[in-house]
């Protein structure tokens, strides 16, 4: 397999698991994440608990840790296989994307939603994890859904040439 | 054929957003309701998928079939390659498969909607699993052909750059 081959099929392999990251985050911002707000944080932490914090701990760290590395390594690999430069800026703002969206979900949400593995969080810990949780989610979501666009954009420059 | 380009592309965009979110729901949503109790999940789709849902997800659901037929309409009168054809083709034939099965996996859900006259809500523990369970098979096939969708969006995307 060729270094442009190589690349070309990190691309792909972003903009699919791009695409299933981004829709995941998007859905969980505009319909998710109200609905607890009506149902309330307690609700949340129980439903979390048993789903972000079960199959989801193994599921989306992967899903999401995989998109990562193919938007980063099509973005550098692209450097070395004489692609064309028009597709740099595409690849480089998806990769950054990626990497700033990696650090908001592990150091700024994965801290709030680990503390609800205890069996009785109080009530407080839990309305104030919320509320951080919701607030850094729509970064979050944003920094997906451009890195999403961006290696779309980045795959169609670089199959053009 | 640029506008080709950006039809194919905004398609990919919204494929790739409905099958995450659809993922999301038979991966991790709909399986959280064997644990937290089907009314406490009934109350949560309620607030979730009945209200702010039907604005984002019924709209990305219409959008995307609609997308790929013109698309491969599109292709199709221009008499482009074979694989450029065969695979804006199949994924408009998906993206319609995806819808039939929306109205079916919604014609279940139909009856747990907070829109239903108080004499025909559902309040039986028994009937709400028996419902959801329906709703979780046709779930799980309809997000399987909306990922296959996307798959299929990428692959004619590439093949019409190359």
Redesign the interface.
Known sequence: MTLVAVTRSLA?GA??L???????????L???L???V??GPE?WA??TR???L???LV?YPLEGLAALVCSVGAAVLAHFDRSDESAFLPLHLAGVGALLAFFVTRFLIAPEVLTLRGDSPNPSSIQNAFAAVRSWWQLKAGLH?IT??CN??G??TL??H | MDGLKFLLAAATIVDGLLAGASLDQSVEQLPARHRIGVRAYHAYTQASHMANGRFWLIPLGIVGPILRVAASFWVYRLGLAEDAVLSVGMAAVLAVGHLLLTLRAGSINWALTPWQPPERQIKDELELAKIFQSFERWQAVRASVQLLTFVAGVWALVALMQ
């Open positions: 792909v903009v699919v791009g695409g299933i990251v981004a829709g995941f985050s998007v859905n969980r505009l319909v998710e109200p609905a607890w009506n149902l609700q129980s439903f048993h789903a972000d079960g199959k989801g599921v859904t999403f666009a779309v954009w795959l169609m199959m053009s």
